[in-house]
């Protein structure tokens, strides 16, 4: 079956001489919900923008569907829908106005009763007669969603769609990205954070500074990154740690005055309440605790670190 | 999914989207001229055209429509077109159009259509106040439509190139201003060049304005001060300039793509 999207060795130096894109190399399957998952400037906007052909690659080749994005530009882009992550507007325009421009300029007969359904189903129906410089950066955001959907994209890329959005839009918008997978559209999304890669995504690619470092499935990976330490600040400071606690592997920190327990946060039982019940029984008291989570800061690097040496 | 051959409702997305701009604005844009118009006529047609009865058997006043025409068609054209791709990049939403599958010709179709658009009706508002004040003749009307079309089309190709190539509001004005008005009122728009010194009459045939609204004003009254066959050259020769940048800006992505 032809992927829904492949990149193959797409590299990107901006005329400033910045190389932003390093060989990337990348397929998505049809119907899924991929996350790009990146830091400021790793270079996920700048991979979209290729795709959506706003930037020019300096070498490699996309296709989309099988169209390659060039020599087929009518067809691949056709197939495209794009949320830009900068919420640009046509501020003097009515809603309506402008989700009717899309649909038309992307080539789609006008159809009315479409373009009502994606506004209803983004609850903009009310606001359709009014000037998009009215209303909320929320729904600017769905705004500029609602004109992506316009013309039926086979390929939807969400460029942070949940940058600046409050937690109910979110969790719509999620619902959405769902409905629109289930519907058999492919969602590329990128975000800064685990969390929202963890509860969209079906597969998640991770890049950084210009490299895809790693392409994985969702459930795989957070297998992989879902280790999350616990720390205890102990009352009385400790020289070794109590026999009756040696089934949780803990470890001494802070000369002594904090013991630490690591977890697999995506494991039956953490063994965290198990273990504060032992600590009780023993009479070893703690003033405070907090888990802590590596962030995606952490484990680009450990990425990095791990495969730096198997690359040239 | 049809393989699309030309994207004629791309095309039409642009065209209707630029004129909608038009209609919001429409009471300013045809309040305007009809007000400038009648202004010219007040202060060029009563004050001087009580001095100049006629120009090569035109009178005055009728004698200075076809330049009133062309000075608006110039200006309005360029600040149109210009102004039409210029804002959505300035606001960003150019991002939609990059992504859209439509080829630069369609592109440069819709906007430049819609402000040679525009800038015609505008025209024609100003003949038909004009003819308020003054007679008017035209003796040859399939020129005159001709080069009505031909020069809109080109001053818009023009200005499309100008929004494209411009960095900021002030620099759309830049041109206009700076170029275009000096050489149409030096250009013979509201006097005939045979009633300058000989000197200055051999400088002025270096502007290229001179021949468009020559043009124009022959096929009103059939008088020219160039040959005609000149001014149809320049006009055309215009057209295709245009048409060469316009292509090479979207050939090499000039200011639009990274
Ligand atoms: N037009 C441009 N000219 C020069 N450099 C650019 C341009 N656009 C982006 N860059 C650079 O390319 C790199 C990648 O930028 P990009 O916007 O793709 O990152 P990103 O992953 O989307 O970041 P963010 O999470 O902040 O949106 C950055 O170093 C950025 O400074
Ligand atoms: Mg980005």
Not at chain 1, 86 to 102: G, H, K, M
Not at chain 2, 54 to 67: K, R
Not at chain 2, 189 to 209: D, E, G, H, K, Q
Request: glycine share 8%; charged share 20%; aromatic share 10%.
């Amino acid at each position: 079956m032809t992927p829904a999207l492949s990149i193959s060795h797409v590299t990107k130096t901006y005329p400033s001489g910045l190389q932003a894109l390093k060989d990337i190399n990348l397929e998505i399957r049809n119907s899924e919900i991929f996350a790009l998952l990146g830091p400021n400037g790793a270079g996920k906007t700048t991979l979209i923008s290729i795709v959506c052909g706003i930037v020019t690659a300096s070498a490699g080749a996309v296709a989309v569907d099988g169209f390659d994005i060039v020599r087929d530009y009518r067809a691949a882009r056709t197939r495209i829908g794009l949320v830009p992550q900068e919420l640009n507007t046509d501020t003097f325009e009515t809603l309506w106005a402008t989700v009717r421009f899309s649909r038309g300029l992307f080539g789609r007969e006008p159809d009315a009763a479409f373009l009502e359904k994606v506004l209803r189903d983004l609850s903009l129906w009310d606001k359709r007669n009014d000037r998009i410089m009215t209303l909320s950066g929320g729904m600017k955001r769905r705004v500029m969603i609602a004109k992506a959907l316009s013309h039926q994209p086979a390929i939807l890329f969400l460029d942070e769609p949940t940058a600046g959005v409050d937690v109910e839009l979110r969790r719509d918008m999620w619902a959405l990205v769902r409905g629109l997978r289930d519907s058999g559209v492919t969602v590329v999304l990128t975000t800064h954070y685990i969390e929202e890669a963890e509860e969209m995504a079906d597969r998640i690619g991770v890049i950084s500074k210009g490299e895809l470092i790693l392409v994985e499935d969702k459930v795989t990976l957070m297998k992989k990154l879902g280790k999350k330490q616990l720390t205890l600040q102990l009352q009385e400071r400790m020289t070794e740690i109590p026999a009756g606690l040696g089934d949780w592997h803990l470890q001494l920190a802070a000369d002594g005055n904090e013991l630490e327990y690591s977890f697999d946060i995506n494991a039956e039982r953490t063994g965290i309440s198990a273990l504060l019940r032992r600590m009780g029984d023993l009479g070893v008291g703690y003033k405070d605790l907090n888990t802590h989570q590596s962030s995606l800061e952490d484990i680009f690097v450990s990425l990095v670190s791990d495969r730096g040496g198997s690359r040239p | 999914m049809t393989r699309l051959a030309f994207n004629r409702r791309g095309v039409g997305a642009i065209y209707r989207f630029e004129m909608g701009r038009f209609r919001r604005t429409l009471l300013q844009s045809v309040v305007t001229p009809v007000i400038t118009t009648s202004l010219y006529f007040v202060v060029f047609g009563s004050a001087i055209g009580s001095r100049i009865s006629q120009v090569n058997g035109v009178s005055y006043g009728a004698f200075i429509v076809p330049g009133l025409i062309m000075l608006s068609l110039f200006t309005e054209s360029i600040s149109n077109a210009s102004f039409g791709i210029y804002f959505p990049k300035f606001t960003g939403t150019i991002y939609e159009l990059l992504s859209a599958p439509v080829s630069a010709l369609e592109i440069v179709l819709g906007y430049v259509g819609a402000a040679a658009t525009k800038s015609i009706i505008l025209g024609l508002i100003i003949l038909a106040t004009a003819s308020i004040f003054v007679p008017i003749r035209i003796v040859h009307p399939a020129w005159m439509i001709s080069f009505l079309l031909l020069t809109a089309a080109s001053f818009s190709l023009f200005g499309f190139i100008i929004g494209v190539w411009a960095n900021g509001f002030e620099q759309l004005q830049f041109i206009p201003m700076l170029v275009i008005t000096p050489l149409t009122f030096l250009g013979g728009a509201f006097y005939s060049i045979s009633m300058l010194p000989a000197t200055w009459r051999a400088i002025t045939l270096f502007n290229p304005v001179v021949y468009l609204i020559n043009g124009f004003r022959w096929s009103f009254y059939g008088v020219s001060d160039v040959s005609v066959a000149i001014s149809l050259g320049m006009t055309l020769g215009l057209l295709g300039l245009c048409l060469v940048l316009v292509t090479w800006i979207f050939k090499t992505g000039y200011r639009l793509k990274n």
